[in-house]
């Protein structure tokens, strides 16, 4: 197998984003490098998740230039995305997982092993044969998770991925983002919830009204925010 | 002897001919489903994820074809397939075969459109997911309609209703031939016209009992289904 070209870095250079005459992003200079996890943090309607769609290439920006590891269009084979709402496959759980390596081009004979140590490492072993979508929210979300680790991804962005879950799911999902962080994966996650912020050290991009106003280590961000914006989200002000 | 109990004992004793009857009938409707099935499911499909001018037009002109009256659709292919048409060499005209051919032009539309609908609707729900996943065309049409599976059974079952119901068609192309091209809608038609009231009416209770059971265990199939993949 050939050595599969790098996406990163993930290089956004004056992008911006606009849907009619909304202004979803504005001017978005970035560069996202191996390294700890980053966290999109901004209120509800900040343009959080239409940054996360336009790294994986869901979206095209209306202005600006997005490269991943220098190419402008490469196939999403290295990202992996998890969904807010992650749909499930009608299928079971294992045919989630053995679904996603077999568009991830994983030779026949390795799928159901594979598929097999994926659902042990998201906790979901016993439950391989549950048809998907009569999971909890919380097993749906590992589900989407394994199904994302399957693309073997060099970056993995998740879109506010414990937003609709309960404290102990919201653990699990946790622990395999942080555990998938320390296998080198770089993770860029977007999240309004400052525990979870606090939870999983690494960098802040703060984002406000579709503008990136603060980009700072965890602790720098939530201890010294430099910017109005950031202060009074921090403070709990609505940010309007 | 009243009508109905003659009906009855013709049912009940196993009539040859009348078995022989419901078997051409049964074996011309379900070979013309899996012919429209086989065509209009992939097509429904690519319809569904497909964008190009003039596809709100074919949109509309396939759910009006729905309604396709089966007497015009037995005059043209009995045109096409009459020894001096286009497709007489085949000479298929009055045979089962020319009934299945009929028949799926018949449904074709509605397996058709009724698969565009349920893929676009499902298309809506899996495409960032599958676009996330970099899914190629082929495998979106294949992807969208395995996971459709189950509603897609409505879509051949209203196909098999109108195919087993219809007499029109079939009369045409079929020249209603006794033991040979004779169904059960054309025999309802033609014993109730010469007045043989028992005989129609046994065969018109086989085809109202038929089309409920299969849609009773199409119903069943469907609610099993939903309770085993949510």
Not at chain 2, 34 to 57: I, K, N, Q
Not at chain 2, 68 to 96: D, E, N, W
């Amino acid at each position: 197998m050939r050595a599969p070209e790098s996406d990163l870095p993930l290089v956004l250079d004056g992008v911006s984003l606009k849907a009619g005459a909304t202004t979803l992003l504005r001017d978005i200079s970035l560069t996202i490098a191996p390294g700890v996890p980053c966290l999109i943090v901004g209120p509800n309607g900040s343009g959080k998740t239409s940054l996360l769609r336009l790294c994986m290439g869901l979206t095209a920006p209306t202005g600006g230039r997005i490269t991943w590891g220098g190419r402008t269009d490469p196939a999403p084979t290295r990202r992996a995305f998890v969904f807010q709402r992650p749909v499930m496959l009608r299928r079971a759980a294992s045919g989630n997982v053995t679904y996603a390596l077999a568009q991830a081009g994983t030779p026949r004979w390795q799928r159901a092993p594979r598929a097999k140590a994926l659902l042990q490492r998201v906790g979901l072993a016993d439950l391989a044969h549950r048809p998907a979508r009569l999971l909890s929210g919380g097993e749906q979300q590992r589900l989407a998770l394994a199904r994302a680790l399957a693309r073997d991804p060099e970056i993995l962005l998740l879109d506010e991925p414990t937003a609709n879950l309960d404290p102990a799911a919201t653990r699990a999902v946790e622990e395999i983002v942080m555990s998938a962080a320390q296998s080198g994966i770089k993770i860029v996650m977007a999240s309004h919830d400052l525990g979870q912020v606090r939870r999983l050290v690494g960098e802040v991009i703060f984002l406000a009204r579709g503008t990136l106003c603060e980009r700072a280590a965890t602790n720098d961000f939530l201890d010294h925010p430099s910017t109005a914006e950031a202060r009074a989200f921090l403070r709990g002000d609505l940010v309007v | 002897m009243p009508d109905h109990l003659s009906a009855l004992q013709l049912i009940l004793a196993g009539d040859p001919a009348l078995f022989a009857i419901v078997r051409l009938s049964l074996g011309v409707s379900i070979a013309a489903v899996a012919l429209a099935a086989a065509v209009g499911m992939p097509m429904g499909a690519l319809l569904a994820l497909t964008h190009f001018p003039g596809r709100p037009v074919l949109v509309v002109l396939l759910n009006a074809m729905m309604g396709l009256p089966p007497v015009v659709v037995g005059l043209a292919l009995y045109l096409l397939l009459s020894r001096s048409g286009p497709l007489g060499t085949f000479g298929i005209l009055f045979t089962p075969a020319a009934m299945v051919v009929a028949q799926t032009v018949l449904i074709f539309p509605i397996i058709a459109a009724l698969t565009r609908q349920t893929i676009e609707d499902l298309w809506a729900e899996y495409r960032d997911e599958l676009n996330a996943m970099h899914v190629g065309p082929i495998g979106r049409m294949t992807t969208l309609l395995w996971d459709a599976r189950f509603s897609l059974i409505t879509a051949l079952l209203a196909g098999f209703g109108r195919a087993a119901a219809e007499v029109g068609a079939v009369m045409i192309v079929g020249g209603n031939i006794d033991g040979f091209t004779r169904t059960m809608t054309t025999t309802v038609a033609l014993e109730t016209s010469k007045g043989n009231l028992p005989l129609a009416m046994g065969l018109g209770a086989i085809l109202i009992v038929l089309v409920l059971a299969i849609n009773a265990a199409a119903w069943g199939t469907r609610i099993w289904s939903q309770r085993l993949t949510g």
